[in-house]
């Protein structure tokens, strides 16, 4: 038996810091996620890291976390390698942060997201994630995309 989930591929570090909890907002320049509020989501690892690093700078200021806690999190996400299916995440509701957010609110956004410069995008909650038994090997696609998960593999 198996369960057939839609499935999101994230760059790391984010799929680990999706995984792990520490991200709880998905950011998109589209509303990708929206009609999958509440569904779940399946997370893949892609092979390929972020192409920036603005996730260091809020974790280590807003978030407050050391550079040992950092590793950790980084060691966790890569914990079943890449090019994987490793988790499942319950998706939200999606909505457009405004241009004008400024202030405490959107520090709190940035920090849900681990990102910066959310204005404008659509931005999705992210609950209850749950790293899968064992990785499922797939290859990856763009935006959404369909997996079948043996039950054997779920949490």
């Known amino acids: 038996m198996a369960v057939q989930v839609w499935c999101l591929s994230f760059r790391q570090p984010y799929a680990g810091l999706v995984l792990d909890g520490v991200k709880t907002v998905e950011s998109r320049w589209r509303p990708l996620l929206a009609a999958l509020e509440s569904q779940t989501l399946a997370v893949h690892i892609a092979r390929r890291d972020w192409d920036g690093d603005e996730w260091q700078a809020v974790l280590s200021g807003p978030l407050g976390l050391t550079p040992p806690q950092i ?11 890449r090019g994987v299916v490793a988790g499942l995440v319950d998706v939200g509701g999606t909505w457009q942060c ?8 959107l520090k709190e956004l940035e920090r849900s997201a681990a990102l910066i410069g959310l204005q404008e995008k659509h931005l999705t909650r992210l609950t ?7 990785p499922l090997s797939a290859r990856g696609g763009r935006d959404l995309w369909s997996v079948e998960i043996p039950a054997e593999l779920l949490p």
Not at 128 to 134: G, S
């Open 71 to 81: 590793q950790a999190l980084l060691q966790s996400g890569e914990r079943f390698g």
């Open 128 to 134: 209850n994630p749950r790293w899968l038994k064992a």
């Open 98 to 105: 405004p241009p004008s957010l400024q202030g405490a609110e």
